[in-house]
């Protein structure tokens, strides 16, 4: 154990005239005795090390960043008081020790798998203390926010990592007297990032150590079996020194998780309940040419017919719902690449971001569809933002120009618009080269079609533009007007050696077996 000495003059008293002085005191350890709800258990755990400046009256540093360490009852090291001098000092004090002093800023490990306390940052100021023998009492106070998550498991699945997603993850620290003299606050500079939680129990119980912040973030859970579910949260609201509970069930469908119960303080402050479970509305931003929702940013295109649409995929993922990478399974998907037989699903933020999710139409809609209302969405928002909706088969139709027939509407036979906004009248159909040359981006996502990621690919025996090589062959992007109790109107993209600039029409999407692109247009 390293000792450092401290020295913080305390005066010798000296008897009235005519009496024997007091005995000279004997130097004595200064000592720390710490009060706090630990992060990662009750107390301090032996060993444990803080950084301890102490600041005379008259405003002279008399030691800076001293180390002290934990022996299960107090800090100490070879700082001592001397009995020279009774003047008081000011105590500042700080866990986990860094060399560098005490901190101006904080960033916490982006993986907590070695131990989640180690980021718990932790403060503690004491004026007026004047030399004592015994140890002085100070309250730490955590400074950043912590994330515990318990499992009920009953399925014995496996589980090889969780991770937080979309954090942010420092802070700046200053002085304030408002605040026991030391406050943080957010860096808005610093960009999101993932953080891996610290397994306390196998398959049950996880935290992590965060910095304070209101965000929208998700929940990442990793099976030993390589499957990958993932759980977006609608905006929390974490403060500095408190504890926050995500509850969670594995069973062999998924995971469903839930921010809920009381949040806890660590130490003074008392509790505080979260909002009620009724979902919050995203935050949506407009701006000329983009918006952004739910924390992502999408490009528009307005067409020369006045329409403003998305120009790329959404990717956005509703409260209470995972990422699925297994198609027969759950009701929103991440988008893949395609060799022409296999798939590879594509996880990373890039690809997801580029290409978007795919959804099924219960959760477009947020809502099981059926004979009783299969025929009273069309138009409706679903997941887009406000202000935007589903395209209906008409506004598809105007781009387009060919449509299969409406069960629902009584039609005998397919319906054709050569005057459609980009139909190839050599070509006798609207080819994908149109919508992409008008702003529309990244159609080509593919889908899931009878509950299977479509794996045929685009290759120059059904394609004469090499730019579209290698991309999955059909693709489904949602509508939301009623073909018949089991089918709403998708656009989709079809290459063949008749179709070679890939052809886009309206088809049918089945319901329950299909996972389309959603691409919104302003209402």
Known sequence: MKRIVLLCAAAMMMAACGQKPEPERLPTDLRIEPVITRATEVDFETGDRIGLTVTKDDGSVYADNSLLTYDGTAFSGDLKWYSGDDGACSLKAFY????????????VATDQRGGAGENDLMISTKRKVKPQEE??????????????????????????????????????????????????YINEEDPKA?????????????????????????????TRGGASLVQAFTEVTMKPGYSYTITGKVTAEGIAFKLSGEISAWEDGGPITPDDDEPS??????????????????????????????ATPLAYLPAGKTISDNPSSGGVWYPYSTDGTAVTV?????????????YSYDTIFGTAIGEDNYDKLEGARGICPPGWHIPTRAEWFTLCGYSNASKYLGESGAQTDAKALFWDQDAGYAPVGAFVAAGFRNLLTGCIANNAYSALMIDSGVCSVEDFYGRPRMAYIAGSSPNSPTQLFALMTTFTSTNHLGKVSLGFATLGKTGLQVRCIKD
């Open 135 to 184: 140890p002085v009492t100070m309250v730490f106070r955590h400074m950043l926010s912590r994330i515990v998550m318990t499992l009920d498991n009953p399925s014995g699945i496996e589980l090889e990592s969780i991770t937080l997603k979309g954090l942010r993850t420092s802070v700046y620290i200053s002085e304030d007297a408002d605040c026991d003299g030391i406050v943080t």
């Open 346 to 358: 594509l996880k990373d933020e890039e690809s997801i971001a580029k290409w978007g999710l795919l």
């Open 281 to 310: 509305e995203p935050e949506y931003e407009e701006h000329d040419g983009w918006f952004s929702y739910a924390g992502l940013r999408y490009d528009t295109v307005t067409l020369s017919n006045g329409q403003v649409w998305m």
């Open 96 to 107: 986990p020790y860094a060399q560098t002093g005490f901190p101006t800023s904080f960033k």
């Open 194 to 222: 993932d953080i891996i939680m610290e397994e306390v129990t196998p398959g049950l119980s996880y935290r992590a150590i965060v910095v304070p912040q209101t965000m929208a973030f998700g929940v990442s859970v990793k």
